[in-house]
């Protein structure tokens, strides 16, 4: 047996625990903010007639595959953000209360081997985001993560303004790519993702509830914290409330299109209101966001009939 083969367990055992380094760099971030964003681009790509100037929703093998490359933009820009994220002192400080998992928290790598790779992987994430056409998009992302993160955005009171800029640029990048860049997004398309970034200006906040106590240590301003937990509650249930309803009027739904969207709010309303468990909260407001994002699609449908 020569030397190379010898090693070659040893490479693929380093592959597999690098990879899954990365992974537990975005696993939170993947099922609440990765796999939303990439089903607003499928779901809107199935209305895309109704929302850019494409005359007919993609056929569905061509759908699958710009679907792969909509989660692959939205994981890729996650990764960075995370990155440049968890590896400030106050976020792992942050996440020794409430992630203690994390690979910073957990020893597995270094703050600085983590700037390293940011030095690699931002280049390669904005050359990714130029072969799928939204390069601008990365760029801009690039810049609010920044401001969030190094300049500290995300401990300020703009910290949720910043959060729904973001969203807009990955939801309109993950139309973008799903409905094909020789087409572009409508003014009626854009009235569409403006209203899902207020909803998430006004709404966000439920992922902060959970995390009160570390956003305490490190001093970050968050709505629960300035305005206070009991009025915070009551702030997201009327705003998830009440974008349940718009959405609906938005799209001219008929009285039973209402029932999923304020059902799925109520069952968000109810468990932020009790209080009892805020991470399962989160999860359904992320169940929510979908709900809403599959809108159009189901507007597409009715007109087809």
């Not at 300049?151 to 303004?161: A, C, F, P, Q, T």
């Amino acid at each position: 047996m020569t030397a190379a083969t010898e090693a070659l367990p040893t490479l693929k055992l380093a592959v597999v625990q690098l990879l899954h380094l990365i992974w537990q760099f975005t696993e939170s971030n993947f099922p609440t903010f990765v796999l939303p964003n990439s089903a607003f681009g499928l779901l809107t790509g199935l209305a895309a007639p109704l929302l850019t100037d494409c005359p007919e929703r993609p056929a569905a093998p061509r759908l699958f595959v710009r679907g792969l490359a909509v989660i692959l933009f939205n994981w890729a820009n996650v990764f960075v953000f995370d990155l440049a994220n968890q590896r400030l002192p106050e976020s792992r400080l942050e996440d020794r209360l409430n992630k203690p998992w994390r690979p910073l928290p957990t020893r597995q790598i270094s703050p600085d081997t983590t700037r390293r790779w940011m030095l690699i992987s931002i280049p390669l994430v904005l050359t990714v985001s130029a072969v799928l056409g939204v390069v601008t998009e990365s760029a801009l992302i690039m810049i609010l993560t920044w401001l969030y993160n190094d300049l500290r955005g995300g401990d300020e009171i703009v910290r949720d303004g910043i959060i729904a800029c973001g969203y807009a640029l990955y939801l309109s990048s993950s139309l973008r790519i799903v409905s094909g860049l020789d087409f572009h997004i409508t003014e009626h398309g854009y009235r569409w993702i403006a209203i899902m970034s207020g909803i998430i200006l006004t709404t966000m906040q439920v992922q902060d509830l959970k995390d009160q106590v570390g956003d305490r240590t490190r001093g970050r301003r968050t709505l629960p914290l300035v305005l206070g937990d009991k009025v915070s509650r009551w702030s997201i249930v009327g705003f998830t409330l009440f974008w349940s309803m718009l959405c609906c009027y938005f799209w001219q739904l008929p009285l039973w299109g209402y029932v999923l969207p304020l059902l799925t709010g109520l069952a968000v309303s109810f468990h932020v209101v009790i209080g009892s468990n805020d991470a399962q909260a989160w999860r359904l407001w992320c169940a929510w966001q979908v709900v809403i994002y599959g809108i159009p699609s189901l507007v597409s449908v009715l007109d087809r009939d």
